[in-house]
């Protein structure tokens, strides 16, 4: 008793400490009170001129809610038809009091929802509207609350109070990791260890800058593809996602598959690398690892894949080399990468010019913004999976996150360097310069998507909440060259890291041709069954028809084995 006291006397602290950042404005916020209030106040202006919207919406929710009240008079025997994981539990059913919130609460959301679902959709001030709406609704659930919750409620008395104990014990774990912010486990953080557990295939660093390490893989067959494989990831991650565990490792099956990989281990940044920008990014990232696998390899000519904003990265590195008159790529590929933010999805309600000004005021002193703030804004894309779920099974069931090694990834983010936030927010998020000819300059040199002549692999995800598939899609009206479009299923990792299996989750979507409108894409689409991975795959094979000798890391002039794979990049923190 007298070690929680103590604990929670050290979080009250932390909270304290907190809250005065944030009232002095130096604590960097997602949400911004000024343009929320300015978003409301434009629906509720434009609800005074169509009180009969409002209207319908009572008149719904109130008819929901007699006819829940009317099933609960039923009795429990009658199943409701609720499909809601929240409420998943049987207890929900079996329970007149949970039962009557969750159907009283799922009536209003729906009425709500249904409500916004009416609102313009071009509007950035609707867009916000509807996103935090359904923030507070979300966070109103019945599920969220010991009271109301009957599964929460039904073990805090079996076991005696001692449940919702270890919930509140785990929930001052969170609060001091976050040092006064709620920083959720949504994963066991002591079931992995990267280089021991993830990241283990079998490789040596061979080169680094003050960017990147760049990792060679020993090779796995007795012949390999003549031409090699630069893999560029997120640097939001690390890069570990490519290598995950064997079963679902991108890079041990390229290699099983008889191809000499490379893969760029970005840094985490710190203050000194403040002034690192875009161009830096390509010229330290895959300009040098390019450099440095024609030194390595003695091929003229390498591969490249690109991860989301590794994939953006890689998109404007392909466009640079055209302008330059440079064809060292043979063929390039870009996963869950957009070229047009015309749309961005969600993520435009955290991304406006007051925010960027608020930012850059914010980085001032440190020179990068702290990981967590994207961890945050990520999970609040989809804030009833990876927010409150684990609030609910942590802190009012007092469970264990499971084991999940993408989860634990997923919270393994990284700082990002101030100069190069605010060039990309600005000049690709907001003014959507990536898809404009000559819109951007790299390096001095102004670039223009369609002069890209090689062959480039591009696949989307339909559920993807980060990089909505139709924002990926014009790439194959933009890029000058042969494309291959590919849109897999499930969302921005689950649909990427689909290993082939026996019983592989998600299959994925092709066609022949590419009309400019994607949803006309839909419907010449052909389903195909299984992992995209062996089809990328061929599709690569295709361009490369010799084969070398395996090729082993090297120990020749300036390119030696530093250290094993995975490198000490990845593990700081």
Request: proline share 6%; aromatic share 10%; charged share 25%.
């Amino acid at each position: 008793m007298q070690d929680l006291t103590l604990r929670t006397t050290k979080v009250l602290s932390q909270l304290h400490v907190r809250a005065l950042k944030k009232a002095s404005g130096s604590e960097y916020s997602l949400i911004d009170a000024k343009t929320l209030a300015k978003a409301y106040g434009t629906f509720w202006a434009d609800m005074l001129q169509e009180p009969g919207k409002l209207v319908d919406a009572q008149i719904k929710a109130s008819m929901a809610i007699q006819s829940s009240w009317k099933a609960i008079l039923q009795g429990p025997d009658e199943e409701s038809g609720v499909r809601d994981r929240r409420f998943s539990d049987p207890s929900w059913e079996k329970d007149p009091i949970s039962r009557a919130y969750r159907d009283v609460f799922l009536a209003i959301e729906g009425a709500t929802n249904d409500l916004l679902e009416e609102l313009p959709k071009n509007s950035r001030d609707y867009m916000r509207v509807r996103f935090y709406t359904r923030q507070m609704m979300s966070a109103l659930s019945p599920s969220n609350y010991l009271l109301t919750n009957a599964p929460a409620r039904k073990m805090f008395t079996e076991t005696n109070s001692a449940s919702f104990r270890e919930g509140l014990s785990k929930m001052l774990d969170d609060l001091e990791r976050g040092e006064g912010r709620l920083d959720i486990a949504t994963n066991d953080p002591s079931a992995f260890t990267v280089g021991k557990d993830l990241g283990t295939t079998e490789g040596e660093v061979v080169f680094q800058n003050d960017l990147m390490q760049l990792i060679q893989y020993h090779p796995r067959t007795p012949d390999q593809h003549s031409v090699p494989i630069l893999f560029v990831p997120a640097w939001i991650n690390k890069f570990y996602i490519l290598d995950m565990q064997p079963k679902n490792s991108l890079v041990r099956y390229m290699l099983d598959r008889g191809h000499s990989v490379f893969v760029i281990s970005w840094v985490n940044p710190t203050s000194d690398h403040a002034d690192k920008d875009f161009a830096d990014y390509m010229k330290l990232g895959p300009l040098a690892a390019l450099d440095a696998i024609r030194d390595i390899t003695r091929e003229e000519k390498a591969n490249i894949l690109g991860f989301c904003i590794g994939g953006i990265l890689v998109t404007a590195t392909l466009a640079y080399l055209a302008a330059i008159g440079d064809d060292r790529v043979n063929s390039a590929t870009t996963l869950a990468t957009m070229v047009d933010f015309k749309d961005v999805g969600e993520i435009g309600v955290f991304v406006d010019e007051n925010r960027l000004e608020v930012l850059r005021a914010h980085m001032e002193e440190k020179g990068y913004l702290e990981a967590y703030h994207l961890q945050d804004m990520f999970s609040m894309l989809r804030e009833n999976d990876l927010i409150w779920s684990f609030f609910e099974a942590n802190y009012l069931r007092g469970r264990k996150p499971r084991a999940f090694d993408l989860l634990y990834w997923n919270s393994d983010s990284t700082r990002l360097p101030a100069a190069m936030l605010l060039w990309y927010l600005k000049e690709v998020y907001l003014e959507n310069r990536l898809r404009q000819p000559g819109g951007l300059e790299m390096n001095g040199v102004k670039i223009d998507l369609s002069k890209i002549e090689t062959p480039v692999f591009v696949l989307a995800t339909s559920e993807d909440h980060i990089a909505p598939w139709t924002s990926i899609y014009p790439a194959t009206q933009i890029l000058g060259g042969e494309v291959e479009f590919v849109l897999g299923g499930s969302g921005h990792i689950a649909g990427v890291i689909n290993p082939p299996t026996e019983r592989a989750k998600y299959g994925f979507r092709k066609s022949d041709t590419y009309p400019p409108e994607p949803a006309n894409f839909l419907t010449k689409a052909t389903e195909m069954p299984g992992s995209w991975w062996p089809y990328w795959a061929d599709w690569l094979e295709a361009k490369d028809g010799k084969t070398v000798k395996p090729r082993k890391p090297v120990n020749r002039g300036k390119y030696k084995s530093i250290e094993p794979a995975p490198g000490s990049y990845v593990r700081a923190n």
